[in-house]
């Protein structure tokens, strides 16, 4: 028993070791393997599948990921009339802004819409949302991430919305850039859905990357992805409660805290932490590559907790960590426009402006754990900038959208327009675009771009710059 325990540490430390130092990986290169202790199983042999399987839905817009930019476009789209299917492949919607524990609104929260004003107001009526400031005298504004995830779905309901949770969206049927179903699975197995619009809003562009649509990812300078970090929450204990849960010998100990990764610490309610530690060099689209992320991100809080609890005698006790780690990038789907740095720079103004940012450019270092930006402090500040519709229509679909982080950008536009305030933004436009579409049976991008402009700025968007 005592010998097979002993085993057990060893392999796992072997693993966190290997991830640690990154060894065998040439510099640039993203780490994909998951660990020491798993074995090979890959092979390179294809297959192919062929089976019936039920048609169960028909809408008018489907959503496929239900974040704050697909329940944002879900909303925009139902209150234009349209019939609206969102699908989530968690119990609960919100993405990054709920289940990844990220607990504040970056960026101008006024003027982002009425689907966002309705958030911030339902959010009011829980006493679950900090008072408003103008940005940037603050640059963000606390919530309560588990109050937000309530508010989304009976804000989805209220719009009668046809909301399906633990359903994954697998695959297409395409033809000539042309959606006519997708297929998902649920609980109750594989199913169609059939709709007339799309609108990827997964983050990682699952949509357009199944079919084959042209899709981005990474920076200019060495291909990797912005960073992720692990999100995870300690309470409060009584000083004479002081515990060090960390078992000696599992995880890496760290004795200074210039030698942490880049951990943010602020508070979570009134007795309580939340911690933000940076996990670089990973591949959110990759399915081995995420998975070792995760592996490695946990490993390093235990080794963070440690650290607060064994060296600094902090009086936490580890409460929870978000059930998945917190993602910047996946993959950008390429749109009519790549939005790119420059226009956020020189203010460049569109004439399908429809939704705005406000936030720096917030990019940090992907090929380090530390607090390391790619650009210095004084190149991160923008101007309040334009997101044109083309920047949410796929290139390469006749009737695929995009909202959210797989917005078509480049990697520097990117770490501004992510932001929970802009993705909101970039939902309400798509969501109302989707429905137009489906009204005037056509393709978005032969839309009257002024057209949806007007209503966007009826919906209480600030498009100014
Ligand atoms: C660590 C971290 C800290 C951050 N801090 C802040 C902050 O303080 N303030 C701020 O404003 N922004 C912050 N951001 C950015 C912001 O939270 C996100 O960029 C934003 O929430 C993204 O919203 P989204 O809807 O585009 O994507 P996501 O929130 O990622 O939502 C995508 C949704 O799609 C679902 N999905 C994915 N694939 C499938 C599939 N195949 N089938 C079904 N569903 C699927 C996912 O489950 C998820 O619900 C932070 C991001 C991270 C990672």
């Known amino acids: 028993m005592k010998k097979s325990r002993r085993q057990f540490l060893t392999r796992i430390t072997a693993g966190a070791m290997a991830l640690l130092t990154g060894a065998g990986q040439a510099k640039g290169e993203f780490i994909k393997r998951q660990s020491a202790e798993t074995g090979n199983f890959k092979t390179s042999k294809e297959i192919s599948w062929n089976r019936s399987i039920p048609m169960r839905y028909d809408a008018d817009v489907a959503i496929i990921g239900g974040g704050i930019a697909g329940v944002s476009a879900a909303?925009?789209?139902?209150?234009?009339?349209?019939?609206v299917i969102l699908i989530e492949r968690f119990g609960v919607v919100g993405g990054n802004s709920t289940t990844g524990g990220v607990a504040s609104f970056c960026g101008e929260t006024a003027g982002q819409g009425e689907v966002f004003d309705i958030i911030i107001s339902d959010l009011e009526k829980f006493k679950a949302v900090a008072p408003y400031v103008p940005?940037?005298?603050?640059?963000?504004?606390?919530?309560?991430?588990?109050?937000?995830?309530?508010?989304?779905?009976?804000?989805?309901?209220?719009?009668?919305?046809?909301?399906?949770?633990?359903?994954?969206?697998?695959?297409?049927?395409?033809?000539?850039?042309?959606?006519?179903?997708?297929?998902?699975?649920?609980?109750?197995?594989?199913?169609?859905?059939?709709?007339?619009q799309f609108i990827d809003c997964t983050g990682e562009a699952e949509v357009a990357h199944v079919a084959r649509f042209r899709t981005m990812k990474g920076g200019d300078q060495n291909g990797l992805q912005l960073p992720m970090s692990v999100m995870c929450f300690v309470r409060h204990v009584e000083e004479n409660e002081l515990i060090e849960q960390v078992p000696e010998g599992v995880f890496k100990r760290y004795e200074k805290r210039k030698d942490l990764p880049m951990t943010s610490i602020w508070p979570n309610g009134p007795h309580g932490n939340a911690l933000k530690i940076k996990v670089a060099k990973f591949d959110a689209t990759d399915t081995e590559s995420l998975t070792a992320a995760e592996i490695y991100g946990r490993r390093q809080m235990m080794s963070v907790i440690d650290y607060y609890q064994r060296v600094e005698k902090r009086p936490w006790r580890f409460d929870h960590c978000s059930p998945q780690i917190g993602i910047r990038e996946g993959r950008r789907i390429l749109?009519?426009?790549?939005?790119?740095?420059?226009?956020?720079?020189?203010?460049?103004?569109?004439?399908?402006?429809?939704?705005?940012?406000?936030?720096?450019?917030?990019?940090?270092?992907?090929?380090d754990d530390k607090r390391t930006y790619i650009l210095s402090k004084a190149e991160r500040t923008v101007p309040p900038y334009q997101i044109p519709l083309r920047s949410l229509i796929a290139k390469d679909g006749k009737n695929l959208m995009m909202a959210g982080r797989c917005l078509s950008a480049d990697q520097l536009a990117l770490s501004s327009a992510r932001v929970t305030t802009s993705c909101s933004m970039m939902g309400?436009?798509?969501?109302?675009?989707?429905?137009?579409?489906?009204e005037n049976k056509c393709d978005p991008r032969?839309?009257?771009?002024?057209?949806?402009?007007?209503?966007?700025?009826?919906?209480?968007?600030?498009l100014d710059v």
């Open 446 to 462: 032969d839309l009257d771009f002024s057209e949806i402009r007007k209503i966007v700025e009826k919906r209480g968007a600030n």
């Open 75 to 83: 909303c925009a789209a139902a209150k234009s009339g349209a019939r």
């Open 335 to 367: 749109g009519d426009y790549v939005l790119k740095v420059e226009d956020l720079r020189k203010t460049r103004k569109f004439d399908d402006a429809v939704a705005r940012g406000t936030y720096v450019l917030d990019a940090h270092k992907p090929d």
């Open 135 to 196: 940005y940037p005298e603050a640059d963000h504004r606390n919530f309560d991430h588990e109050i937000l995830a309530v508010v989304f779905q009976e804000l989805l309901l209220r719009r009668n919305v046809k909301l399906l949770l633990h359903t994954r969206f697998v695959d297409v049927v395409e033809q000539d850039g042309k959606i006519s179903e997708c297929i998902i699975c649920g609980k109750s197995g594989p199913e169609a859905l059939r709709a007339k």
């Open 428 to 438: 309400q436009a798509a969501g109302i675009a989707a429905a137009m579409s489906v």
